[in-house]
């Protein structure tokens, strides 16, 4: 399974760090993706990383501002959001990828997803 933590509230312009820890399952070899949903919205894609972290996709939204890295044990993922808005207000969701170097944009692309973090960007 896969579990997020570090989500909460944050003042609009603040940074905030997600991480994504495996457990009985292997991140290790496989790509990872971040995805976010606010209420009544579809999920939508934030960032992916590949096996090796040599290749990463950052949604437009994202660019410049949100960074995903991997732990050096290798199960482990994070995602580092700079200069948040509140309009990015979501519960972020991280998912292993089914290839190793897919950085897909689809999540039905991801087969194995978190619970998910509630982020709450305030103004």
Do not use: H
């Not at 990872?32 to 934030?46: N, Y």
């Amino acid at each position: 399974q896969l579990v997020e933590s570090g989500g909460g509230m944050v003042q609009a312009g603040n940074s905030l760090r997600l991480s994504c820890a495996a457990s009985g399952i292997l991140l290790g070899g496989y790509a990872v993706g971040w995805f976010r949903q606010d209420t009544g919205k579809g999920r939508e894609f934030v960032a992916a990383i590949n096996w090796s972290s040599s290749n990463r996709n950052n949604a437009d939204s994202g660019k410049g501002r949100f960074t995903m890295s991997r732990g050096e044990a290798g199960n482990t993922v994070y995602l580092q959001m700079d200069s948040l808005k509140p309009e990015e207000t979501a519960v972020y969701y991280c998912a292993r990828g089914k290839y190793s170097s897919d950085l897909s944009t689809t999540y039905g692309n991801y087969d194995y997803w978190g619970q998910g973090s509630q982020v709450t960007g305030s103004s």
